[in-house]
């Protein structure tokens, strides 16, 4: 299964993949901007990597708890799945601890896995727990630095983007949309 979405969801007709085939108009100005920013001042290539965009690995992107989590739908579906997976004093657990269901490592506390970018416009609301309806409030999210959380991953730093910079790290990602394989469709 995990050879078969490598090969056949990963998108392959993005502007993107035109343009690191050679077709230097496949993106727009600000797109290519927003490349430069990604792979540098940014740095979301440090997670966002490889035909993906994923390292596949789990990290712990800065996210305060959620107040949804207040609602009793959402703290019966928490403390299910602390039951589900034998965590101690499950009626006690008020937030999603993410890896650390699987691991009970406290290392693995909030931290979740990598998602692709690939047809990110067609994926909102955004985050694991779709906190966000627009990828402004993504790009916002991280250029703040995330929330200062405990565990928080090192990496996630207050960028200081101008509105500019975060305009062309939009147009980068839209420019990961592509067509699916007409294998799969």
């Given at each position: 299964?995990?050879?078969?979405?490598?090969?056949?969801?990963?998108?392959?007709?993005?502007?993107?993949?035109?343009?690191?085939?050679?077709?230097?108009?496949?993106?727009?100005?600000?797109?290519?901007?927003?490349?430069?920013?990604?792979?540098?001042?940014?740095?979301?290539?440090?997670?966002?990597?490889?035909?993906?965009?994923?390292?596949?690995?789990?990290?712990?992107?800065?996210?305060?708890?959620?107040?949804?989590?207040?609602k009793?739908?959402?703290?019966?579906?928490?403390?299910?799945d602390?039951?589900?997976?034998?965590?101690?004093?499950?009626?006690?657990?008020?937030?999603?601890?993410?890896?650390?269901?699987?691991?009970?490592?406290?290392?693995?506390?909030?931290?979740?896995?990598?998602?692709?970018?690939?047809?990110?416009?067609?994926?909102?609301?955004?985050?694991?727990?779709?906190?966000?309806?627009?990828?402004?409030?993504v790009?916002?999210?991280?250029?703040?630095?995330?929330?200062?959380?405990?565990?928080?991953?090192?990496?996630?730093?207050?960028?200081?983007?101008?509105?500019?910079?975060?305009?062309?790290?939009?147009?980068?990602?839209?420019?990961?949309?592509?067509?699916?394989?007409?294998?799969?469709?």
């Amino acid at each position: 299964m995990a050879v078969w979405q490598r090969h056949f969801l990963v998108t392959g007709d993005s502007d993107f993949d035109r343009y690191m085939k050679g077709n230097m108009l496949a993106m727009s100005e600000s797109a290519v901007r927003g490349m430069d920013l990604f792979k540098g001042k940014a740095g979301c290539v440090a997670c966002h990597n490889g035909p993906n965009f994923t390292d596949s690995g789990f990290h712990n992107t800065g996210l305060k708890r959620n107040k949804e989590f207040d609602k009793p739908e959402f703290q019966k579906i928490l403390v299910f799945d602390a039951r589900r997976m034998k965590i101690d004093n499950p009626e006690k657990v008020n937030d999603d601890p993410g890896r650390y269901l699987v691991t009970k490592d406290k290392a693995d506390w909030k931290k979740f896995k990598t998602p692709t970018l690939r047809n990110l416009a067609d994926t909102a609301p955004y985050m694991h727990d779709g906190r966000y309806e627009t990828l402004d409030a993504v790009i916002e999210h991280y250029n703040r630095g995330g929330d200062k959380v405990e565990n928080q991953d090192a990496r996630i730093q207050p960028l200081g983007l101008t509105q500019a910079e975060k305009d062309d790290l939009k147009a980068f990602l839209h420019a990961l949309w592509g067509e699916l394989s007409k294998l799969i469709l």
